[in-house]
């Protein structure tokens, strides 16, 4: 079976191989914003039968990554803490995507948010603190 991505989304390669479990994951840039997303099979859900929140919070976390090195430069920074609010459960076979936006950052850390939905029904919110690590980024 042939996925058909929404417009502009190709594969990306996040040298994380953690995401190669859980992927292949796929981006676009949103009006100078990054845009994660991916499908949702069969090995994302729990036993209840709809998404796995740690696939959500997954996803969450690499978007924020992203969307930092994007908007502030290429450095590496670590989750420090990260906030997750589950709105709505999320089913095998919708298209899960997220779009984050860094909020303030300093020389040392980065406060972040960012959404995530399955198809156009919003799914999580979270907000992110991010410390810049001094090892250089291989992204």
Known sequence: ?????????????????????VGPIYGRDNEGRIEIGLYADDRHKNPGGVVHGGLLMTLVDNLMGATIHHTVGARYAATVSLNCDFLSATKPGEWISGIGEVTRHTRSMVFIRGDIKADDRLVMSATGIFKFLDKPTTR
């Open 1 to 21: 079976m042939t996925l058909q991505l929404p417009d502009g989304y190709s594969e990306i390669v996040m040298e994380n191989p953690f995401l190669d479990l």
